[in-house]
């Protein structure tokens, strides 16, 4: 029997690549949010949920904040900006590097405006000096009140309980939310579709990634333990198509076991995947297909 009694809503963000969703899946304790080396790997938000004592927080794991270059740049770009609102809290997430660059001043003049509690999370502290975290610190403390400043390492889990303990403070008495044993509002159709994208992330060089979507046409479960999962990949060049499947098929191969892999892990049964690869030129930059591709804000 669930003892929530409070509940916290956090937001989370920053820059491109800078580990939001390595933090958000180790503050859930399971593998929710893509992660990649590239940037721009999260283009929707993402609510992960987890329990701590008689909390149930709730976190919006969003998209890079970046400039746009497509319509699909433009979505992504909006999904963080209204994150930023209504919520109990924002984590700022940024590198150990004493500059305030576009992103996080953007990010911080919206803090401002919605006079918002904050918490500056500095992520990758394994890689820097004292001394140089420091400064870092020092910079973020002149340019907005932020409630504290925690060093931290999303990959290593250094700094995470002092986090939770911040995080802690914000939350209200309320209802619970999300019933237990939920770690995120995904859908399991659209978990195994960003499965998919994360192993072209993880595979394909240059802009190639970026210019694949990922459709799930079939999900179903057999009587025997068996979920059949039918996928269509589509990308923006007939020349993109080719290395997607590679010589032989050997690089959709490879994707589609990956694939399979982590599909399995997340739902513990077996599973049966299927691909296609589909051309649709310019997808990125028409509202029709980013909307049936699930990047819709309406």
Not at 25 to 31: D, I
Request: aromatic share 6%; proline share 4%.
């Amino acid at each position: 029997m669930s003892n929530i009694a409070k509940t916290a809503m956090i937001t989370v963000c920053g820059r491109p690549n800078v580990g939001k969703s390595t933090l958000t899946n180790a503050l859930v304790g399971e593998k929710i949010a893509i992660v990649s080396s590239k940037p721009q790997t999260t283009r929707n938000r993402i609510q992960g949920v987890y329990t701590r004592g008689d909390t149930q927080f709730i976190l919006l794991d969003t998209p890079g904040l970046h400039k746009a270059r497509t319509r699909l740049g433009d979505y992504m770009v909006k999904v963080v900006r209204e994150s930023i609102a209504d919520v109990d809290a924002v984590l700022l997430l940024v590198e150990p590097i004493a500059n305030i660059g576009a992103p996080e001043q953007a990010i911080i003049d919206r803090l401002r405006q919605g006079r918002l509690p904050a918490v500056l999370v500095i992520n990758k502290i394994d890689k820097v000096k004292k001394e140089e975290l420091l400064e870092v610190m020092a910079v973020y403390s002149q340019a907005y009140p932020f409630d504290a400043i925690i060093p931290i390492s999303a990959a290593t889990g250094d700094g995470l309980e002092d986090l939770q303990a911040q995080m802690a403070r914000y939350a209200a008495p309320g209802p619970q939310l999300f019933p237990d044993g939920v770690t995120t509002d995904q859908p399991d159709r659209q978990v195994m579709g960003e499965i998919v994208r994360e192993k072209l992330l993880w595979n394909l060089e240059k802009e190639i990634p970026h210019g694949t979507a990922v459709e799930v046409t079939k999900f179903s479960q057999r009587s025997n333990d068996i979920i059949d999962v039918e996928v269509t990949i589509y990308c923006e060049k007939a020349s993109h198509k080719g290395i997607i499947i590679g010589r032989h098929g050997d690089m959709l191969k490879k994707i589609s076991t990956q694939a399979r892999q982590d599909m399995e892990k997340f739902m513990g049964e077996k599973v049966y995947l299927e691909t296609w690869v589909k051309v649709k030129e310019n997808w990125r930059d028409n509202v029709n297909y980013i909307k049936s591709f699930g990047y819709d804000d309406q």
